[in-house]
């Protein structure tokens, strides 16, 4: 007998982009690693002993928020600590916690190129006196590892260069259109044309702008060179929708949603959530908002549930090193996909629209055949029930890390029934399988 949902139907095409299938890794990965690195992780949130002065508290907004000059901020590049600082260690713990590619900050708000620009001296490795070229290191590790590596870069915001876009033109002043042109041509554009050239292949760019063009300082045509610089070099790079063009397939390969803010509805087109497990993306040596392993599990799987992806942030300090906070819940995470990581990868949701299951969410590969329930919440009567699936599956298991336990269920009505034992088998999520005949 065929088993099939009617809600599957409607998703039949669900993984299908037919303008391009570039994105197609993407869809599978689910999860990654972003790094937020920088001049600012020196600063550590703090300057001159006070506290960052204004609304939001993102570390590596610092030098705007304290009003540091570019020669004292410059100077936070002599607080690196170069014996420790190994990009290859980034590249190891994220492919610990099962993410399958990283975006890196090569170059954030401040101006600052990561890599051994020449464009300009505001470099990292030329501030620091290192030579090191850390995207260089990064692009290297990747590829020895076998990680998909993108780059953030702040096209529009720039505190370094006098006429690039300060959003409130408190440190660059009032920008005119032929002036941001000029930063634009002579930085950004060449900029890219570096980063897309000399690091081999460049899994995406993520860009950093999150209102659309029409309310910004951009024309349509600046935007366009970008994307066409893009789809020249590294024709299979990936462009995320912070790059300010319509959502359309000819500009943009995915959505990116807002900072830490989760799907609502399922969306057919490719998209993640940037998210942090602290507050702030940069190293803050005050950080006081540290999400839990469960919470961090939860957005990585309803996101999933939504058709998206979870791009999760560690900000290491200037040696290098990672705050035992992030290691710790990456490690937590990774121990958990190593086991059920069928469940995540390669996977899409299910379209229940305003249904909500009180246990947790339901993911199903792309092929229809398997169905997975994660249970944040293990039920005390021991009874799973499941409803916005039409009919019976062919049999339906406990996932336990290793052997699965099938488990006995009843159909009533739309309403699935599903046994499970007293005891929940993962202390963060367990998943329980459900296998259709197709
Ligand atoms: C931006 C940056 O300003 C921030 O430093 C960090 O790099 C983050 C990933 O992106 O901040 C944003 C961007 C978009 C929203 C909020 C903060 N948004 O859409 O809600």
């Known amino acids: 007998p065929i088993v099939l949902m009617l809600l599957f139907l409607q998703l039949a095409t669900a993984n299908v982009n037919a303008q391009n299938n570039r994105s ?76 399958k590619y990283i975006i890196i900050t090569s170059k954030h708000h401040d101006g600052v190129a990561l890599w051994d620009t020449q464009v300009g001296n505001y470099s990292l490795p030329k501030l620091s006196g290192s030579g090191r070229d850390v995207i260089k290191e990064m692009a290297d590790a990747c590829r020895k590892h076998g990680m998909k590596l993108g780059f953030y870069y702040s096209h529009w915001i720039d505190w370094e260069h006098p006429y690039a876009w300060d959003h409130n033109q408190e440190l660059t002043g009032h920008v005119t259109d032929e002036q941001f042109n000029q930063y634009w041509q002579e930085k950004a554009l060449p900029q890219l ?101 469960g919470q961090l599990f939860e957005s990585l799987i309803s996101n999933v549930a939504l058709n998206g992806g979870f791009t999760l942030n560690i ?37 229940l629209g305003s249904i909500q299951h009180d246990w947790g969410k339901i993911t199903r590969t792309t092929d229809d055949n398997v169905v997975y329930l994660h249970v944040f919440n293990w039920p005390l009567d021991r009874l799973l029930r499941v409803t916005g699936i039409k009919s019976k599956p062919r049999k339906v298991e406990l996932l336990t890390g290793s052997t699965p336990r099938a488990l006995s269920f009843t159909q009533q009505g739309p309403l699935l029934h599903i046994q499970v034992p007293q005891q929940q088998p993962d202390p963060y999520v367990s998943v329980v399988r459900m296998t259709y005949d197709q």
């Not at 490690?331 to 469940?343: P, R």
């Open 193 to 293: 044309r570096e980063l897309l050239t000399n690091y081999g292949d460049i899994a995406m760019m993520w860009f950093d702008m999150w209102i659309p063009y029409q309310h910004t300082i951009f024309k349509k045509e600046q935007l366009e060179q970008a994307v066409a610089l893009i789809r020249e070099l590294q024709p299979n790079c990936l462009i995320n929708s912070r790059l300010g063009l319509p959502t359309d397939a000819k500009y943009v390969d995915f959505e990116t949603l807002g900072d830490n803010q989760f799907g609502s509805s399922y969306k057919q087109h490719p998209w993640e959530t940037p998210g942090t497990i602290a507050h702030s993306w940069g190293y803050n040596g005050q950080e006081k908002e540290w999400k839990s392993t």
């Open 24 to 99: 197609a890794w993407f869809e599978d990965a689910r999860f990654g690693m972003f790094i937020h690195w920088g001049l600012y992780s020196a600063a550590e949130g703090i300057w001159k002993g006070e506290n960052l002065r204004y609304a939001n508290n993102y570390a590596e907004w610092i030098r705007y928020r304290n009003r540091i000059s570019k020669e004292e901020y410059g100077a936070l590049a002599q607080r690196f600590v170069w014996d420790s600082i190994d990009p290859e260690q980034w590249v190891l713990l994220a492919k610990q916690a099962g993410m």
């Open 315 to 351: 900000g290491p300090r200037a040696d290098g090193t990672v705050p035992y906070e992030s290691i710790s819940r990456l490690h937590d995470l990774g121990a958990w996909l190593q086991q059920y990581g069928e469940s995540v990868y390669g996977n899409t949701g299910v379209r």
